[in-house]
């Protein structure tokens, strides 16, 4: 385990680096006095102790700067982790299944992002895409969840309804309603298997389906349950506010996850690009191995048939050797970044001081958020693959929960994949998904084409 120290110098050591490659400071600049003498994001004193975040105020959000965006994630984290009945709050939202009465299936295999919404079955055809799997070999896992607002949204317009949606005004944006909007959750999960220390994680006992191997591809089946105990690993938050119907979406880590690529080599012309042999890091991670090369890192090996799965261990190999390719969600040589990655370091650090020490939500933090300059510009039938109204952290990626697809560019921040344009059936034989504001959700997405299904009863 590494010391908070150790985390903390290396944060400094990037930023001083990455904001000097941008050439936002100069050495004598970033003197400890010069850079406590900037402006600062932090956390407001209100928001502590933890157990009394109050909630963001969604209705009253204000995009007067980019720290604001930081602020709502950070206590939107806070608030969402606060101990309810023993476990954080999130965890006792609906998930998007539970609307239409199916079996909620909280834990779910990660398969590599894919720009189309993924159904029941797809997710269970993993071995196709990919499985993110720990140092232990156990696959990481993940579940989904809706908030009040977004689920009465859906049950009070009757979306889950195929012919409803169909009908639908496409300008449509998910609601506010009072203090709260629209919100959907992501969260990863990894099994703690024997000698794991997770005593800075928090851990809970749950039940997951076994993998099996079938047809030549590694599946989920949903009659042989396993129970175990998982430690939350990743979050990712995405939420309405005020002024901005595309919703902000931001993720957090363990800060023991993986290491920063730019730890290794970074030039001023290109931070992204690293020689394949460069060693990341000579410190182990919960998802890493000292001395992994960056060539070895991020590596899917279902894309080649080479992962395996002994069903009766339920352990896979290889194991993924995870690096997170940009600590902020922005190539540090982009000058144009600074100011939101700052912002977001300087958050980090403002929580981490104020929290409780025994608080085990202190060993996480923010990686970054992405947002709209103007959310008024939201519309049906956008791609967002190269829109210059995104804003924040434009390369953001979770490394528990976007592994795989942290360089394609395609592929590379939560509106590469969610976007507003017509959404084609995972199967020939469902009608598509026409554009619609409300396509910006996948939770969305996916619960349209889980009624077809339902009305062909072909969904478990």
Same mark, same amino acid.
């Given at each position: 385990?590494?010391?908070?120290?150790?985390?903390?110098?290396?944060?400094?050591?990037?930023?001083?680096?990455?904001?000097?490659?941008? !050439?936002?400071?100069?050495?004598? /600049?970033?003197?400890?006095?010069?850079?406590?003498?900037?402006?600062?994001?932090?956390?407001?004193?209100?928001?502590?102790?933890?157990?009394?975040?109050?909630?963001?105020?969604?209705?009253?959000?204000? @995009?007067?700067? #980019?720290?604001?965006?930081?602020?709502?994630?950070?206590?939107?984290?806070?608030?969402?982790?606060?101990?309810?009945?023993?476990?954080?709050? +999130?965890?006792? +939202?609906?998930?998007?299944?539970?609307?239409?009465?199916?079996?909620?299936?909280?834990?779910?295999?990660?398969?590599?992002?894919?720009?189309?919404?993924?159904?029941?079955?797809?997710?269970?055809?993993?071995? &196709?895409? !990919?499985?993110?799997?720990?140092?232990?070999?156990? $696959?990481?896992?993940?579940?989904?969840?809706?908030?009040?607002?977004?689920?009465?949204?859906?049950?009070?317009?009757?979306? &889950?309804?195929?012919?409803?949606?169909? /009908?639908?005004?496409?300008?449509?944006? +998910?609601?506010?309603?009072?203090?709260?909007?629209?919100?959907?959750?992501?969260?990863?999960?990894?099994?703690?298997?024997?000698?794991?220390?997770?005593?800075?994680?928090?851990?809970?006992?749950?039940?997951? /389906?076994?993998?099996?191997?079938?047809?030549?591809?590694?599946?989920?089946?949903?009659?042989?349950?396993?129970?175990?105990?998982?430690?939350?690993?990743?979050?990712?938050?995405?939420?309405?506010?005020?002024?901005?119907?595309?919703?902000?979406?931001?993720?957090?880590?363990?800060?023991?996850?993986?290491?920063?690529?730019?730890e290794a080599t970074c030039t001023a012309k290109n931070c992204a690009s690293v020689p394949p042999g460069s060693v990341i890091s000579?410190?182990?991670?919960?998802?890493?191995?000292?001395?992994?090369?960056? $060539?070895?890192?991020?590596?899917?090996?279902?894309?080649?048939?080479?992962?395996?799965?002994?069903?009766?261990?339920?352990?896979?190999?290889?194991?993924?050797? =995870?690096?997170?390719? +940009?600590?902020?969600?922005?190539?540090? @040589?982009?000058?144009?970044?600074? #100011?939101?990655?700052?912002?977001? =370091?300087?958050?980090?650090?403002?929580?981490?001081?104020?929290?409780?020490?025994?608080?085990?939500?202190?060993?996480?933090?923010?990686?970054?958020?992405?947002?709209?300059?103007?959310?008024?510009?939201?519309?049906?039938?956008?791609?967002? =693959?190269?829109?210059?109204?995104l804003t924040g952290s434009l390369k953001l990626s979770n490394a528990t929960i976007e592994t795989f697809t942290q360089t394609q560019?395609?592929?590379?921040?939560?509106?590469?994949?969610?976007?507003?344009?017509?959404?084609?059936?995972?199967?020939?034989?469902?009608?598509?998904?026409?554009?619609? #504001?409300?396509?910006?959700?996948?939770?969305?997405? #996916?619960?349209?084409?889980? @009624?077809?299904?339902?009305?062909?009863?072909?969904?478990?």
């Amino acid at each position: 385990m590494h010391s908070r120290h150790s985390v903390h110098w290396r944060r400094h050591r990037n930023l001083k680096r990455a904001l000097a490659i941008a !050439g936002v400071f100069t050495a004598a /600049a970033f003197s400890p006095c010069a850079f406590a003498a900037s402006e600062k994001c932090t956390a407001p004193k209100e928001w502590f102790p933890h157990s009394q975040t109050p909630r963001p105020d969604d209705a009253a959000f204000e @995009s007067t700067s #980019n720290c604001v965006f930081h602020q709502w994630s950070w206590q939107m984290f806070l608030w969402l982790t606060q101990d309810v009945d023993g476990k954080p709050r +999130f965890v006792g +939202f609906q998930s998007p299944q539970s609307l239409l009465g199916l079996k909620q299936r909280q834990f779910l295999p990660r398969m590599s992002k894919s720009p189309l919404p993924e159904s029941l079955d797809e997710y269970l055809q993993a071995g &196709t895409d !990919g499985i993110m799997v720990d140092l232990q070999g156990r $696959a990481v896992y993940y579940s989904q969840y809706i908030n009040d607002t977004f689920a009465d949204f859906m049950t009070s317009h009757d979306l &889950t309804d195929p012919a409803k949606v169909q /009908a639908l005004d496409p300008n449509t944006a +998910f609601p506010i309603s009072g203090t709260r909007g629209a919100m959907e959750l992501k969260a990863s999960w990894k099994i703690v298997s024997e000698g794991d220390d997770v005593s800075d994680m928090f851990t809970m006992s749950t039940e997951v /389906a076994r993998l099996v191997n079938q047809g030549g591809k590694i599946l989920i089946d949903e009659t042989r349950r396993e129970k175990v105990e998982v430690a939350l690993v990743g979050l990712h938050i995405a939420g309405i506010v005020k002024g901005h119907p595309e919703m902000i979406w931001a993720t957090f880590e363990h800060k023991r996850n993986a290491p920063n690529v730019i730890e290794a080599t970074c030039t001023a012309k290109n931070c992204a690009s690293v020689p394949p042999g460069s060693v990341i890091s000579d410190e182990d991670f919960t998802f890493y191995k000292a001395g992994t090369t960056y $060539a070895n890192c991020n590596q899917n090996p279902a894309s080649t048939d080479q992962l395996k799965l002994d069903e009766a261990t339920q352990t896979l190999t290889p194991s993924t050797q =995870a690096c997170r390719q +940009f600590e902020f969600g922005n190539d540090p @040589s982009d000058a144009s970044t600074a #100011n939101n990655d700052k912002n977001i =370091a300087d958050l980090n650090d403002s929580v981490d001081a104020q929290l409780d020490p025994k608080n085990v939500f202190r060993n996480y933090s923010e990686v970054g958020a992405i947002w709209f300059l103007d959310g008024s510009k939201l519309k049906p039938g956008m791609a967002l =693959a190269t829109d210059d109204n995104l804003t924040g952290s434009l390369k953001l990626s979770n490394a528990t929960i976007e592994t795989f697809t942290q360089t394609q560019s395609v592929m590379n921040n939560c509106f590469r994949c969610h976007n507003t344009e017509q959404t084609f059936p995972p199967r020939m034989d469902l009608d598509p998904l026409k554009a619609t #504001n409300l396509n910006i959700s996948h939770a969305f997405q #996916n619960i349209y084409f889980w @009624s077809q299904e339902l009305s062909q009863g072909e969904s478990k």
